[in-house]
């Protein structure tokens, strides 16, 4: 699941880990019951903090937390106009998803 500060569909079964970008506030639709693997944060005009996404209350039980899977987007990368914040946005999401994944 990626989602941008509202709910999102998921798969079920193997395939339902979940990718989170919280670009709202954390834990605003129950981030922690939905354990992700990966946190992808991006503020507009600020810097991520992960910090910050480990605080409110049941987040330290949230595997990304637990394993400090908290990664950074830049905005300006996936709010640029025009197709760059497809091929830039994409190219550093992918980047970081493999990250991740090497360290799993």
């Known amino acids: 699941m990626i989602g941008s500060g ?3 569909s998921s798969q079920t079964g ?4 979940q990718v989170h970008s919280p670009l709202a506030q954390a834990g605003s639709f129950n981030t922690h ?15 991520f903090r992960p910090e910050r996404v480990a605080t409110p209350a049941g987040f330290d039980r949230i595997p990304a937390v637990r ?10 990368l996936i709010l640029q106009p025009g197709p760059a914040a497809l091929t830039d946005g994409l190219a550093e999401l992918q980047r970081i998803i493999e990250q991740w994944a090497i360290r799993r």
């Open 67 to 76: 394993h400090e899977d908290l990664y950074e987007i830049k905005s300006s």
């Open 33 to 47: 019951a939905r354990e992700p693997d990966l946190i992808i944060g991006s503020w507009c005009g600020k810097k």
């Open 6 to 8: 509202q709910p999102q």
């Open 14 to 17: 193997a395939a339902s880990r």
